[in-house]
């Protein structure tokens, strides 16, 4: 594994988009406020490389040494470092020497990040870690996050986020430090993880369900609505349809998603849309009920969501285009298969390791070519323990 800061630098901010939000109303648009829809920003003639005209930035093309080729390894400070974002705590005098006194400080050090993340303190990191990731916690809002740092503390596949099927709502001793198997008990026949967690439920209920979509978009997809693109945009109203779908699939009634008289609603909601109705049965408690529990926003006074109001008849739901999914257990295997969302869940760690904000809220963007390996690594192992294992290991995090 080598992928360099240099590398780094060299591609950081390309990946920063901005998508249009997809609110719990009805309204979206995909203008980044620039006039453009792919995230790229006007060339300065004078600085052709957007390095900012930096003598130390780093152009591609250049073979110069630049302040970057100064770093040196250092397995003391890097584990000084690792101690604290693992497990809230500096490292001890006694871990300290061992670098220090060790034949070989690479060995030592890779032999101390392995303690570190099998150690209970670990597990409390990541119980936050999920907390502020799934922007949720606290009682019945803990399991989710509980559960997730279950799956990465014990080495499971991390498909099992939307996959597992019991004791998807474990608590954590912690007098005892352990994690208590738990039942999510929300009137739910097949669990599917965090899908059909009653806290993600309940937290994220508004209406139409689009909060709890959102929710699975920006957490496991790493963007926002819109999430899907046609390769040939055709000009509608007062913008450009860019969804793959067909744009007539969405409803018109009671809220028109087929409007373009300010914004596309569609290129949002024609992903939205075929997902939305997965969700509508779960009551604002996050209980599962036989019939849509969310309303539908129409003045004078709103009304229970029908799916006609999502989508046109027979209209299938579905996860992307082409992956169609009628349960939230088939959206869950759907999430489990694509590729991106292994990628998503490899940057997050990415992001996390490097002490970067969040990838969504903060558009901590990480390029491709930085997390490559660590997402085939992530895609043959599922393990995302031993993901973040290969990071801090890695030349990266020791150079300072």
Known sequence: MKTTVKKMRAVIGLGGIAFAMATSAVACTGDLGDGKS????????????????????????????????????????????????????????????????????????????????DSPRFQRRMIRFWRDTFRMGGGMLDTAPVF?????????????????????CPTYDGDNEQFVDGTCDNGVDTHAGVLTNPGVQRQFYANMAFRRVRWVQETFACSKFPAEYSDAPIEKGNGQYTSPWDFESVATEPIDFQDTSSVICANCHTTMNRLAPLFANFDEDGNLQNDSQVMTPTAPDPTVTERSHWLQDGVKTAWRQGVEVETLPELGQALAEDQSVAACLTARLWNFAMSKEDIVSGLAVVPDEVIGDYVSEMLSSGDMKVVLKTMLKSEDFVSF
């Open 38 to 117: 792919d995230g790229q920003t006007d060339v300065d003639p004078n600085d052709p490389n957007g390095n900012g005209n930096d003598p130390n930035g780093t152009d591609p093309g250049s073979t110069e040494p630049t302040i970057l080729d100064e770093r040196v390894i250092d397995y003391g400070e890097a584990f000084r470092l690792a101690s604290v974002k693992l497990t809230d705590a500096a490292p001890t005098l006694e871990q300290i020497r061992a670098i220090e006194n060790a034949d070989d400080k690479k060995e030592a050090y890779s032999a101390l990040i392995d303690e570190l993340i």
């Open 148 to 168: 997730a740092a279950r799956i990465v503390a014990e080495g499971r596949p991390y498909t099992e986020l939307f996959t597992a099927t019991e004791n998807t």
